[in-house]
């Protein structure tokens, strides 16, 4: 489970294939997290994982309605292990000059996010999450 | 044996004060936990280089997960102790020390240098109006502030901010500033007039960090290490002078002791402390006791002492709010990995009109782990990266003071299973004074809005005081006199926190070192007449 888990988180927040590394020690910190949760919240925590695709319109719908708390905690802890690597520095750290990408990446990003947030809703209500 | 002193805990005031007995040619034992870190590693290249090049899963979060603390449990540490390298300071806090916190957050260390391993470096002299409350005039701490200035290395400026900060005597230079400090710096000076008009004044903050080489420790360099390992050469925290004292043989240290109580025989008094690793009791024997604890620690030393279990002694901590200031044009602009982890710029709004003086500490929200800014922002997964990314750097962070004191205080008391409970409402906040500080920031061309900004919970500042004050004539139990001596308490000193029923806004760190030695001064003088009367 936690294999199919942190693919798709990672998949979800970064775009790329989970590395080994990174599957390794989300399985050992989610074997810890995991008794902080009630049986009803992994129940639909599991639900989601197996049957959303598009888990970043969840989480952050997930996260203005107050549910799923344990999917919200997962994409915490993958943005924390994920800025560990090299290869992700640059999506953390903004190396070069330019208001212009800056800014048109931000609006992107915002439109992006409102679209992501309606979907998630719809997701949420039509899947009973 | 009998020591003639006995300090307990090596923070900031334990530290000051044994200085203070050094100088006097007393040799104390302190007492204390005594945590270090575990991984003395430090690096040698920018921590952001770094990150460029290699995994650092161990190095950012920690074999054992540490810097996912305040993701996975419902008790919350300041970023500074995220850090792997960082948890020594609060290691066993919880076990030594429980709290059953009601509005107050509780954060004790039990570490070598005690919180002073995290601290924000600012240190700062109190003026007359701010020692209200006490019997003390700052003509009184004056030359433990120089003698302290000397010690520890404080790089800092003659400039608008000197009137609130006091003497500038033997400070360093000041330390540089990141583009957009030296903007706002520079609009400052445009607008000087208008600002100093209405109560707003600039300047540098007074830092314990080295801005050069200063007795054989190397001067600061931007590495971005400062927020995330303890003991760096280039900033001061109270282990440096410990140290020293250790290895000169001024000091006898015993560490891995925790002091729970102490008793009388005869003319002097019985230290009882439990051995940490074994859990057996010491006893040590003094003439004089020397509490250096910490607010919280003092408190439940002397309660624990006395059996008092209804007692509340009042307890109080600066209010904060966080500011964020955005710069547009800095939007989408290259990270600057050299910047200083510590505050840079300093802002005092002095409101004489409310008789309201409050501190901003201006910072770069450069903190390595940039996981930590994910959780503050509303967006998706991954919108909230590019916020990290491109937005953050067109940000930079108030930390604003509001002075405090015991009319605002909560409680603290000992239960009799040894939890502590401390109580305290919501600091309440003028919305008014809120709206002018938006307004100032907004004139010196940073966009913010009151709705932006936000309030610490009690106790997060950490300028934790008010449990034993100090004023003239004590009169009643848990009140001390001018030398820190409790009531109906002789030669049981108090020598932090805890004697200062107000405190103003900005690090009192500094202040409370010099009182500190002030105290040890005094009960040296005692201890050598009393051997001059035997003589």
Not at chain 2, 253 to 270: A, C, G, I, M, Q
Not at chain 2, 426 to 454: N, Q, W
Not at chain 2, 459 to 476: D, Q, R, S, W
């Amino acid at each position: 489970m936690y294999e199919s888990e942190a693919e798709k988180i990672y998949k979800a927040i970064f775009d790329t294939e989970v590395p080994e590394s990174i599957q390794k020690q989300f399985n050992i910190i989610s074997e810890r997290i995991d008794f902080l949760f009630n049986s009803e919240e992994i129940k639909k925590y599991n639900k989601s994982i197996l049957q959303i695709h598009d888990l970043e319109a969840l989480e952050v719908a997930a996260r203005y309605m107050k549910k799923l708390p344990l999917l919200t905690l997962k994409f915490k802890i993958m943005v924390y292990l994920g800025e560990t690597l090299p290869e992700n520095y640059p999506k953390y750290i903004n190396e070069n000059d330019s208001f212009f990408t800056g800014f048109i990446s931000l609006f992107y990003s915002l439109i992006r996010t409102s679209y992501k947030l309606v979907k998630g809703i719809i997701l949420i209500v039509i899947n009973r999450l | 044996m009998i020591y003639d002193i006995i300090i307990v805990g090596s923070g900031p005031t334990g530290v000051a004060s044994a200085l203070g007995f050094v100088e006097n040619g007393i040799r104390p034992l302190i007492l204390d936990v005594g945590y270090e870190p575990e991984n003395a590693e430090v690096m040698n290249e920018n921590l952001f280089d770094y990150r460029k090049n290699h995994n650092s899963f161990r190095l950012m979060i920690g074999e054992d997960y540490e810097a996912l603390h305040n993701l996975i449990y419902k008790k919350t540490i300041f970023p500074k102790l995220i850090s792997p390298y960082m948890r020594f300071v609060i290691r066993n806090a919880e076990k030594f020390s429980p709290a059953d916190e009601n509005g107050f957050m509780v954060i004790q260390s039990f570490a070598m240098g005690g919180l002073a391993n995290a601290w924000g470096a600012s240190l700062y002299r109190a003026m007359d109006d701010e020692l209200r409350y006490t019997p003390l005039k700052s003509s009184d701490l004056l030359p433990y502030y120089d003698r302290l200035t000397e010690e520890i290395g404080i790089s800092g400026d003659e400039d608008d901010l000197t009137p609130f900060y006091g003497s500038t005597k033997g400070l360093l230079p000041p330390l540089g500033l990141s583009k957009k400090c030296s903007i706002l710096y520079s609009r400052y000076k445009k607008k000087k007039r208008w600002l100093n008009d209405h109560g707003v004044y600039m300047g540098k903050p007074r830092l314990c960090v080295l801005s050069k080489d200063y007795d054989n420790r190397p001067g600061y360099r931007p590495d971005g290490l400062e927020s995330w390992f303890p003991h760096l050469p280039y900033v001061y925290t109270p282990v440096y002078t410990l140290q020293k004292l250790i290895k000169q043989d001024k000091v006898i240290y015993h560490k891995s002791v925790l002091v729970k109580f102490w008793t009388r025989e005869r003319d002097y008094l019985v230290v009882h402390a439990e051995d940490i690793n074994s859990g057996s009791m010491h006893k040590f024997q003094c003439k004089k006791l020397v509490l250096a604890g910490g607010t919280i620690n003092t408190a439940k030393i002397v309660l624990n002492t006395k059996k008092d279990f209804t007692t509340k002694l009042p307890i109080f901590d600066n209010g904060l709010a966080q500011v964020p200031l955005i710069f547009p044009f800095f939007i989408g602009r290259k990270f600057e990995t050299d910047t200083m982890g510590f505050e840079s710029l300093d802002i005092v709004f002095d409101f004489h009109d409310r008789n309201l003086r409050l501190k901003g500490s201006i910072l770069e929200l450069n903190f390595p782990l940039r996981s930590v800014f994910y959780d503050m922002l509303p967006f998706s997964g991954r919108t909230n990266l590019v916020f990290i990314k491109y937005f953050l750097p067109a940000v930079l962070v108030v930390l604003l003071y509001f002075p405090s004191s015991i009319e605002n205080a909560g409680y603290l008391r000992l239960r009799d299973n040894g939890t502590l409970e401390v109580y305290s409402q919501p600091y309440k906040f003028d919305k008014e004074v809120i709206k002018m500080v938006s307004r100032v920031f907004c004139k010196l061309g940073a966009l913010t809005h009151p709705l932006l900004i936000k309030f610490a919970q009690p106790g997060f500042a950490i300028h934790y005081a008010g449990t034993l004050p100090m004023v003239e004539n004590p009169v009643k139990d848990y009140q001390c006199n001018k030398f820190g001596e409790l009531y109906k308490e002789p030669n049981v000193y108090v020598v932090d926190g805890s004697l200062f029923s107000y405190i103003p806004a900005k690090n009192f760190s500094f202040t409370l070192m010099a009182n500190a030695m002030r105290i040890a001064d005094h009960i040296s003088g005692m201890l050598k007449s009393n051997e001059e009367g035997i003589n």
